[in-house]
């Protein structure tokens, strides 16, 4: 496992509609077994009924932006606390590349607390220049990206290097990807209509 903090519930078993939970933040790692503990119906809480307990490893951050400088050192230990691994988007200046990648990771360690478990999962920001290469290196030898992403040029903060013609000008890096089970990671965006369009015809 990646990490060791999990979140406790512990809960006495009630009266027919009734629910009394207690829950707890633990790091202590022998708390962290998987499976969790089989329930000892025997132990009796201070209502004289039994208690259970559920151990939930803790969760991962799927979308994280950490940025660099100062908002990094103020941003990545709160979520190492919070989580144990994150996706950590690539959409700084100049955009993220696999080498790139590997030193914001590192950049990203070194602001964490001492002691701390928190996994960066690095990405890769896609753009029309990116080649099949880059996909080989990120994914088979950098050793910590995990996915690329899609950002459609223009979309969003930072995009400005962004894909203006995926079919057109990613192709090759797409196929790469499909043999290097590498995901790609889409932006959100407001309108159903114009993602359904963009993924119709390639065009961003």
Known sequence: ?????????????????????????SDVPEEDSY???NFDLSRKSKYGRPKMELTLTRSDDWHLHLRDADLLQAVAPHSAKLFGRAIVMPNLKPPITTTAAVAYGESILKALLARS??????????TDKTSPNEIKLARRKSGVVFAVKLYPAGATTNSQDGVTD????????LEEMVEANMPLLYIEV???????????TGKF
């Open 117 to 126: 478990n928190f996994t960066p999962l690095m990405t890769i920001y896609l």
């Open 35 to 37: 499976p969790p503990r």
């Open 190 to 200: 407001l309108n159903v209509e114009v993602l359904m369009l963009k993924f119709m």
């Open 1 to 25: 496992m990646f990490w060791k903090a999990a979140v406790r519930l512990v809960f006495d078993v009630p009266e027919p509609g009734v629910t009394i939970i207690k829950l707890t933040h």
């Open 166 to 173: 995926l079919f057109g000008k990613c192709l090759l890096v």
